[in-house]
């Protein structure tokens, strides 16, 4: 399994982000580690109604910091602000 997040958006927010991440998240994941020049592949991510569900299938810690960095990164473009929470 691994550690489950749920990146959320305000309300009123979550069309926008949710447009966002439709047009983004496969390529997000796609990028490479810097550390290791691989894919994301053992991170998973699908956009929910109230933002992004992550999961880091026990991949690397760094890796899964990476990818939700990323993603907090584009979901603020479109909200003021994002809440982790665990799954």
Partial sequence: ???????????????????????????????????????????YASAVAEGLYVCDNLSNSSVAASVIRRAIDLMLLHAPSVSISEA
């Fill in 1 to 43: 399994m691994g550690k489950e997040y749920i990146l959320s958006v305000p309300h009123e927010c979550r069309q926008a982000v949710a447009l966002a991440l439709e047009q983004h998240l496969e390529s997000l994941l796609q990028c490479l580690d810097p550390k290791t020049n691989d894919a994301f592949l053992n991170v």
